[in-house]
């Protein structure tokens, strides 16, 4: 069974950049697509972008370019990096599985979510 | 961007009886493969969200039958037929048409 584990600082200053690794285990990365989503305190769920094994990344326009997705296959490891945190970047991030294909010949949802890992931006 | 409106917010239920949550979007999610780009995810107090639902009506594994999803192109509507104790939590409906996917504001089931 898939399993996904969030790991990095919890707290962070803002300016600073967040990064974020998520370890894939049972399974390989090497197909689906895999995501970031995030949770602000007491709000509703945010999209923020998915990778595909080969490197192909989309990212929600929203964060204004300062993140980036990136994707280390031979050590099942997906990673979120995203500059210039502020206090509105304070959320809980999960990692999730995206069963699809890149030419959705086949979608079956956001399958596996990892347990989330809280970051705090604050001064 | 995709816009996901659900209603209602706050959902209080008896168990044993039906509840149904709605959730429509600004665009079409049907696609020419004639598929609703569509799901549905719960979260349980303290948990992260799971699958119920995706492409608007296929059940994921292990999701009771109680849960069904119907709706094409703009509503959709998750309905459980009876609610039980271990129901209560955040829904959410999340459109997987476009990026950036969206997700509704949620709807908080809770046991009268």
């Known amino acids: 069974q898939v399993q996904l584990q969030e790991s990095g600082p919890g707290l962070l200053r803002p300016s600073e950049t967040l990064s974020l690794t998520c370890t894939v285990s049972?399974?390989?990365?090497?197909?689906?697509?895999w995501s970031w989503i995030r949770q602000s305190p007491g709000k509703g769920l945010e999209w923020i972008g998915h990778?595909?094994?080969?490197?192909?990344?989309t990212f929600n326009p929203s964060l204004k370019r300062r993140g980036t997705i990136s994707v280390d296959v031979s050590n099942n490891q997906v990673s979120l990096r995203l500059t210039s945190v502020t206090a509105a970047d304070t959320a809980v991030y999960y990692c999730?599985?995206?069963?699809?294909?890149?030419?959705?010949?086949?979608?079956?949802?956001?399958?596996?979510w990892g347990q989330g890992t809280t970051v705090i931006v604050s001064s | 961007d995709i816009v996901m409106t659900q209603s209602p917010l706050s959902l209080p239920v008896t168990p044993g009886e039906p509840a149904s949550i709605s959730c429509r979007s600004n665009?079409?999610?049907?696609?020419?493969?004639?598929?609703?780009?569509l799901d549905w995810y719960l979260q349980k107090p303290g948990q992260s969200p799971y699958l119920l639902v995706y492409?608007?009506?296929n059940r994921a594994s292990g999701v009771p039958d109680r849960y069904t999803g119907s709706g094409s192109g703009t509503d959709f509507v998750l309905k459980i037929s009876r609610v039980e104790a271990e129901d209560v939590g955040v829904y959410y409906c999340?459109?997987?048409?476009?990026?950036?996917?969206?997700f509704g504001q949620g709807t908080k089931l809770e046991i009268k």
């Open positions: 999730a599985r995206v069963r699809r294909s890149p030419v959705l010949s086949y979608y079956y949802g956001v399958d596996v």
């Open positions: 049972g399974g390989f990365i090497n197909s689906h697509y």
């Open positions: 990778i595909y094994y080969s490197g192909s990344t």
């Open positions: 665009q079409s999610l049907l696609r020419s493969n004639s598929h609703n780009y």
């Open positions: 492409l608007g009506s």
């Open positions: 999340m459109q997987a048409l476009q990026t950036p996917f969206s």
